[in-house]
């Protein structure tokens, strides 16, 4: 790979950036799906010495080939596990058991490695490489990715932090302590006399030691200097410029150890690219992008003629997202859709399975109540037509994302596409939700979400409240896995997974937003945003 994902001058000076190379020749095809990604094969010879144990600090980038698939499978998978544990960290508090629960719900899957612990003397067996050699890349190409800029440092730092945080604290006393040492980090246990001359202000330090706990606990003697978030919690035992660390907040000195190296990682990374770029042909993975590549909820043989002109209108109070529920009351109110709400709206409708010939007659309905038949066929038909693909370059288009919603094509005056929770005035959209009947505490939650910016996790929460379910039990993507799940939820053929909330787990605070280049509701199934190019937008000319 390269020098340049490591952030080391020392190790720059030393690499052949192949990495840059390899990236220079990929190509990457904006209409692949999720069922035609084809099986990744590791690619590269095993050292086993190399990935001695589950946790890494990414002090050494990967030097080895990376198959195409392999690089942009990892990339895409962990950029959803970070996603995970930011929704996660949103949702609970970090510290609390239903986070705990919630992450490893989320990423066993994509990253068995991380609630897995290490296996210290049985070796490194295959499935431990494998997932090993998968984290170490993987980390490497999303810091290509998230060192362009303060606000995506930032925000690849803090999740990455939480990441390891959440895996250190799955490892046993012994993997903790090989970790230590494969890391140079000289932090051992006291001997139990001392701990035992100094067990009252030890037990007196902390309030977790009651009971039989204390004995049953290792205590590290670490220099004050290096736990200093500890010292200003008044969370250790402070002498003669030494604190004692029971091991359960031993994780806060490694995460500043880890923090410190990626930090400055990250801060010099965009030098070495800036330098490489001049040499070679650098295409660098972007960070942002448009692009779904998501489920395909276009022409879908499986929902084709479930949904006739004459549903659309209970559907849609009972298992249309809000941005689609404005859309139809606007057109059952005015009778009329500009051409961002048909395009957005009439996509929907396709997705969730109208065909061809019962959108021209609904259309047809509410258009023709206030102009005559001849000027809707002759305006507004073909580019209905067009959607299904029947007429133009015969291109069938998909439904709109929740990020294309979002983040293309703002509503001007007069419009009424867009995503609600984000183009809409809190405090009108304070008045609309209680409107649809959300009670006052579900209003709050939303509104708070929205002012964090998280507009998708706003929306998720609109679908427990008014599906009356705990937790969705789904990361929100698109307005038709929104209808999806409705319809699930509704017709019992999926029940959300619940979770009893607890004041003491659960987010009361107002989130703030941390950053604006970066959107904290980027979904989990847009990241393939990384390698692949924005989608063209719809070229075609539509009367208003």
Not at 101 to 125: C, F, H, N, S, Y
Not at 240 to 262: D, H, M, T, W
Not at 338 to 365: N, P, T, V
């Amino acid at each position: 790979m390269t020098c340049i994902l490591a952030g080391s001058p020392v190790e720059s000076k030393t690499c052949d950036c192949e990495l840059f190379t390899y990236l220079s020749k990929m190509q990457f095809s904006g209409n692949r799906t999720k069922k035609s990604r084809r099986t990744v094969t590791l690619t590269g010879g095993r050292n086993e010495k190399q990935y001695p144990h589950n946790l890494q600090f990414y002090k050494i980038p990967p030097t080895e080939t990376v198959s195409l698939e392999e690089f942009e499978t990892f990339a895409i998978d962990r950029l959803k596990v970070l996603k995970s544990v930011e929704s996660a960290g949103i949702k609970y508090m970090k510290t609390s058991e239903q986070y705990q629960t919630k992450l490893e719900q989320d990423i066993k899957k994509l990253m068995p490695i991380a609630v897995r612990k290490t296996d210290v003397d049985g070796g490194v067996q295959d499935k431990d490489y494998d997932d090993r050699r998968k984290d170490h890349i993987s980390h490497f190409i999303l810091r290509l990715a998230y060192c362009k800029s303060e606000d995506l440092r930032r925000w690849f730092l803090t999740q990455e932090m939480d990441l390891f945080r959440f895996r250190f604290q799955q490892e046993s006393k012994d993997a903790i302590g090989h970790f230590l040492q494969l890391n140079n980090l000289d932090y051992q246990p006291i001997p139990e006399e001392e701990k035992k001359a100094l067990r009252d202000e030890l037990k007196s330090s902390s309030y977790e030691m009651k009971g039989d706990k204390f004995e049953t606990t290792d205590f590290y003697k670490v220099p004050f200097q290096e736990a200093l978030d500890l010292v200003r919690a008044r969370k250790v035992y402070l002498k003669k410029g030494y604190v004692y660390v029971p091991q359960s907040e031993l994780v806060s000195i490694i995460l500043s150890a880890f923090r410190e190296n990626l930090s400055k990682a990250l801060a010099v990374s965009p030098v070495y690219i800036l330098i490489c770029s001049h040499v070679y042909k650098l295409v660098v993975p972007q960070p942002h992008s448009t692009q779904y590549l998501g489920q395909d909820y276009s022409n879908r043989k499986s929902t084709a003629g479930k949904v006739a002109p004459e549903d659309i209108e209970p559907l849609s109070k009972k298992s249309f997202p809000l941005c689609m529920r404005n859309l139809q009351e606007t057109l059952r109110r005015e009778h009329h859709l500009r051409h961002g709400g048909r395009m957005q709206y009439g996509l929907f409708l396709k997705g969730i399975g109208l065909q061809l010939e019962d959108a021209l007659r609904f259309w047809r309905s509410e258009f023709t109540k206030m102009m005559d038949g001849d000027k809707f066929d002759k305006s507004y038909s073909y580019n209905i037509r067009h959607n299904y693909g029947k007429e133009g370059k015969r291109t069938d288009y998909t439904p709109y994302s929740c990020m294309k919603v979002i983040m293309t094509n703002a509503p001007a005056v007069g419009d009424h596409h867009g995503c609600p929770f984000r183009h809409t005035d809190p405090e009108l959209l304070n008045q609309r939700l209680q409107g649809y009947r959300v009670n006052t505490t579900g209003v709050q939650e939303i509104i708070e979400l929205v002012k964090g910016g998280h507009y998708q996790l706003a929306c998720t929460k609109y679908f427990e409240i008014t599906h009356n379910v705990d937790d969705a039990g789904f990361g929100l993507n698109h307005p038709n896995q929104y209808f999806e799940e409705s319809q699930k939820v509704l017709n019992g053929g999926h029940v959300p997974k619940t979770a009893p909330r607890t004041p003491s787990t659960q987010r009361s605070k107002p989130i703030k937003k941390e950053t604006e280049d970066f959107d904290d509701d980027f979904p989990m199934d847009e990241v393939e945003h990384l390698l692949t190019a924005s989608q063209d937008v719809v070229g075609e000319v539509a009367p208003e």
